[in-house]
């Protein structure tokens, strides 16, 4: 069935060093992509979010590509801290956005 | 602006007892959706209300599971009888558009559900 694939499941970095992470998905109807960080405890939160007609959105230390074609986007994190140690979930719309896919999640952990 | 409020935040049961959770979402949102979430996985979708209608319950397990919201503002969940498996995170969030918008959706803090 339709799902989003994310990778890696755990990732750990050095404080200041970048962490990415990789998500595709298989609903070529998907035209919206957000990223959602959550913390112990906590509900997800939204951090940024890319819409199908553009390839590259930054915000900040935060940024998140996107490529159609192949139904692939990542999430860039650059000079990570340890308060961006957190599980984090992309998502990718369907049925015209009124729901998500999720991805299984990545916890990041930033080692100081 | 108040974000989604749920409560309880903590529920520990024992099994075959009924819970209930509270949702309340954005005000003016209009979109509300239930989550359920276990222990390092994603969300998944139990209900999803357009106003006061239940558009999307396919997930819902209807043998124990209700929902409803009935004025389409807040909204309640229950399960009845609760099971070891129903242990999880439940998530309220709601979403400011209507059918067919690309809105993101924001989540509350959740209700965490123990069941012994």
């Known amino acids: 069935g339709e799902n989003v694939e994310q990778h890696p499941s755990t990732l750990s970095v050095q404080e200041g060093d970048s962490a990415v992470i990789k998500c595709t998905y298989s609903?070529?109807?998907?035209?919206?992509f957000p990223w959602y960080k959550q913390e112990l405890g906590k509900g997800p939160q939204l951090i940024i979010d890319?819409?199908?007609?553009?390839g590259e959105k930054k915000d900040q230390r935060i940024a998140v590509t996107l490529n159609k074609t192949a139904k692939h986007f990542s999430l860039h994190i650059t000079e990570t801290q340890p308060e961006d140690s957190a599980v984090y979930f992309c998502?990718?719309?369907?049925?015209?956005?009124?729901?998500?896919?999720f991805g299984t999640g990545t916890s990041l952990t930033v080692i100081p | 602006e108040a974000g989604v409020v749920q409560s309880p935040r903590y529920k520990i049961i024992e099994k075959k007892q009924p819970v209930a959770f509270w949702c309340n979402p954005i005000?003016?949102?209009?979109?509300l959706y239930w989550y359920r979430q276990n222990l390092g996985q994603g969300p998944e979708l139990l209900i999803r209300?357009?106003?006061?209608?239940?558009?999307?319950d396919s997930q819902l397990p209807k043998d124990r599971f209700s929902a409803e919201r009935l004025k389409g503002v807040d909204s309640t969940l229950k399960i009845q009888p609760a099971e070891l498996g129903d242990s999880a995170v439940y998530l309220c969030?709601?979403?400011?558009?209507?059918?067919?918008?690309?809105?993101?959706?924001?989540f509350g803090p959740g209700t965490r559900l123990t069941v012994l």
């Open positions: 998502a990718a719309d369907r049925e015209a956005g009124n729901q998500f896919y």
């Open positions: 969030a709601s979403n400011p558009a209507g059918a067919g918008g690309l809105h993101t959706q924001y």
């Open positions: 209300y357009e106003n006061e209608e239940a558009v999307d």
């Open positions: 005000s003016g949102h209009n979109t």
């Open positions: 609903d070529s109807a998907s035209n919206y």
């Open positions: 890319i819409r199908s007609n553009v």
